[in-house]
């Protein structure tokens, strides 16, 4: 329903309005244009928040024009409360609000048809295009942002000088104010004529299509990482991105929606977003020889049609989830797994995926975890000079099911927080939850602000303990270093930020290598000093994207969990962990279950066995599932040699040559004279580029 802040700001807006006709009743002039002042700044602080609540009530019928109208009509009822019904200045508002009105249709049109025109059929990133066709600069911002909520605005003019002639029982400040009204809405609507014609709009699609199919020429990608998603899923495509720039062959990155594309981390592999299913079947993909898919979705049906092409379920976590078995996988090629435990999860699901289409290639994102003992130390931070161990406690989401084993935020979060904040000798707790908590249980939500108000309340006591102490200066020191690091990584943000629109971002929106490098190692740089910037004994809740995961997981010394591909991914550090078992299924049973519990500490939802996690966190030597982590991260995640990355290129080399001695083996021979040419048609046809699909046949690929 949005913060207090906006729940203020809407209650004001909603009963401003009545209150507002009370006044016209009255009537009151001083009444009504403090009232008014009221519903205007509420107004502009919801839509300037983005608030969700300017949705719900367009929903009532209570929109944007509707309100500024009321607003409207109640001004010309307090004129006739004031008996000035047979005043000039009554029929000047009258007028003025009609006419202004009729400036909302063509304003509208203007800027619809203005975004329209550019937004491109094909949107890029990385990609010269800016050469190839002309993408003429996006109109100044201030035209577009939030222009239906700046012209009605314009009535303030109006407004304020009518109430101003009212009380004064002047026209001149009301006819001042209509005419400023009118003419500035005229002029708006001039203004913005320029830019739905002529060279002020982008090309036509099919020569913007034409462009990229001649970059597509010359580039000659290879592997594509295709993608389609909410913008809440971003995420499952940003994790593959580092790995695309390690990538021996050519890579691209292929979207199917332009939220994707808005939330997509900062890369140097050319990105094509194509919306349109149409578009993309009539791309020039000729060279690519493999896809490699992050996430099972209906859209991917218009790249697996291309036949020249070896297609790669790679997924975006390695779990004992049920999504981890999709029985989608099965049309792809092959399933490439982390390890021995991904080949063994689809044979016991029986899915219809077969053994000899796994590649086991192990995960290339888990490169930046650390093992313990390559793991920072960490400064000492009680008076007795000891360390104090971290844990992480990282819970999943609830998931879409409602099924309570997905998470332990519900039933287990606010035990095992507490009994990590109260244990002795004591621990640092990090709070890092998953970032869709709370999306679809209110439960979830709540639990989580609980936990947040627990933990954030014993950093407050542990900062006034005595027992526990800090180098001031080193923290002074380590601030310092962060806001430095964070103005110049602004500093590097910047020109991208100022980008206009999709088509001028799509022109300009080439990433500049050094300014990309020095914004890897200036975010490695921000990760060391903002662990040093607060005690190494403070509680900690962490969210949004920074810190990450991984560097959560390098500072950890143990990690308390759910089932989810997070487990899998800690294992990779070889450090003690804990899985709850929040449906209560029983140790024996959870374990048989989950593969990525066999090494862990298994809690029920009171947490009461967190003990034996914290004496293997105090004495690593004492540490009874040391030797099962080691033999289990080989079977979840692979061997450590060779390399993930460098087994993941071998994977697509192989799979490159497979696809490229599938086309040689498809092409018509020299001297078959006497081929089929109904056979010599489907073999033309195998190449996307040499063929145009219509709208009627995508029709035709979705529904089949």
């Not at 909520?149 to 026209?171: N, Q």
């Not at 199919?213 to 990482?225: N, S």
């Not at 180098?471 to 590097?492: K, V």
Request: glycine share 8%; with cysteine; aromatic share 6%.
């Amino acid at each position: 329903m949005g913060s207090a802040a906006e729940l203020a700001a809407a209650a004001l807006l909603i009963l401003g309005l009545p209150a507002l006709m009370l006044a016209a009743l009255v009537p009151s002039v001083p009444a009504f244009a403090a009232l008014a002042a009221v519903t205007y700044l509420a107004d502009h602080y919801l839509h300037r928040r983005g608030s969700y609540l300017i949705s719900r009530l367009s929903k009532v019928r209570a929109g944007l024009s509707i309100r500024f109208l009321i607003r409207q009509l109640l001004l010309v009822l307090l004129l006739a409360r004031l008996s000035l019904s047979g005043d000039l200045i009554f029929y000047g508002a009258i007028a003025c609000f009609i006419a202004f009105f009729g400036l909302q249709a063509p304003h509208g049109a203007l800027v619809t048809l203005i975004r329209n025109r550019r937004r491109m059929p094909v949107a890029t990133r990385n990609i010269d295009l800016g050469s190839r066709i002309r993408i003429p600069d996006a109109p100044p911002r201030v035209l577009l942002h939030r222009s239906a909520e700046k012209i009605l605005h314009l009535d303030l003019f109006a407004l304020a000088g009518i109430l101003l002639s009212a009380e004064l029982g002047s026209a001149v400040a009301g006819f001042t104010g209509i005419g400023l009204t009118f003419g500035l809405g005229c002029l708006y609507v001039l203004v913005l004529m320029p830019y739905v014609r002529g060279r002020r709009i982008p090309p036509r699609p099919d020569a913007v299509l034409a462009a990229v199919d001649d970059w597509l020429a010359g580039h000659r990608p290879e592997t594509v990482l295709y993608f389609s998603g909410s913008k809440d899923s971003a995420y499952q495509v940003n994790m593959w991105l580092e790995t695309m720039e390690r990538l021996d062959t050519r890579p691209l990155v292929l979207l199917r929606e332009r939220a994707i594309l808005r939330s997509l981390a900062p890369t140097t592999v050319p990105v094509v977003c194509v919306p349109g299913g149409v578009h993309l079947m009539n791309l020039d993909l000729s060279t690519v020889r493999v896809a490699l898919y992050a996430a099972n979705v209906g859209k991917n049906i218009h790249l697996l049609r291309v036949p020249t092409m070896k297609h790669v379920f790679i997924g975006h976590g390695d779990s004992d989830k049920l999504a981890s078995v999709n029985p989608y996988s099965k049309v792809y090629d092959e399933v490439w797994t982390a390890g021995r435990a991904g080949r063994d999860r689809y044979a016991v699901a029986d899915v219809g995926v077969r053994d000899e289409d796994i590649v086991e290639v192990g995960r290339p994102q888990l490169a930046p975890v650390r093992s313990r003992p390559d793991a920072p130390a960490g400064p000492r931070g009680s008076a007795s000079g000891d360390r104090c161990p971290t844990v992480l406690y990282a819970p999943t989401w609830e998931g879409w099911d409602g099924n309570p084993g997905n998470t332990s935020i519900v039933l287990a979060g606010e035990n095992i927080v507490r009994r990590l904040i109260a244990a002795d000798p004591p621990v640092r707790v990090l709070y890092k939850p998953h970032p869709f908590t709370g999306n679809v249980s209110k439960e979830a939500g709540a639990a989580h602000r609980r936990i947040t108000a627990l933990v954030e309340k014993a950093a407050a006591e542990r900062a006034d303990d005595p027992r526990f102490t800090a180098d001031g200066d080193a923290m002074d020191e380590a601030r310092a270093e962060l806001a430095r690091i964070e103005a110049r990584l602004a500093e590097l943000a910047g020109p991208h930020r100022a980008k206009g629109d999709e088509a001028e971002a799509t022109r300009d929106g080439i990433t500049d290598v050094h300014r990309h490098e020095e914004t890897a190692r200036l975010r490695a740089e921000w990760n060391d000093a903002y662990w040093r910037s607060f005690p190494p004994h403070e509680h900690r809740v962490v969210t949004g994207a920074q810190p990450r995961l991984y560097d959560c997981f390098n500072v950890s010394d143990a990690m308390v969990s759910d089932i989810s591909s997070v487990v899998s991914d800690f294992i990779a550090s070889g450090k003690p962990y804990a899985v709850t078992d929040s449906a209560g299924v029983g140790a024996e049973e959870f374990e048989r279950q989950n593969t990525a519990v066999r090494a862990a500490v298994i809690l029920s939802n009171d947490a009461a066995g967190l003990g034996g996690l914290l004496d293997a966190v105090r004495d690593p030597s004492a540490d009874p599932l040391a030797d099962a982590r080691t033999e289990l991260k080989r079977y979840l995640l692979g061997p450590d040699e060779p390399k993930s990355i460098d087994r993941f290129n071998a994977a697509v080399a192989d799979l490159a040559l497979r696809a490229d001695a599938r086309n040689l083996g498809r092409q018509p021979r020299p001297g078959a004279a006497n081929a089929d040419p109904a056979e010599t048609a489907e073999l033309a046809d195998a190449v996307p580029s040499q063929r145009t699909v219509t709208a009627e046949e995508t029709d035709g690929v979705i529904a089949g």
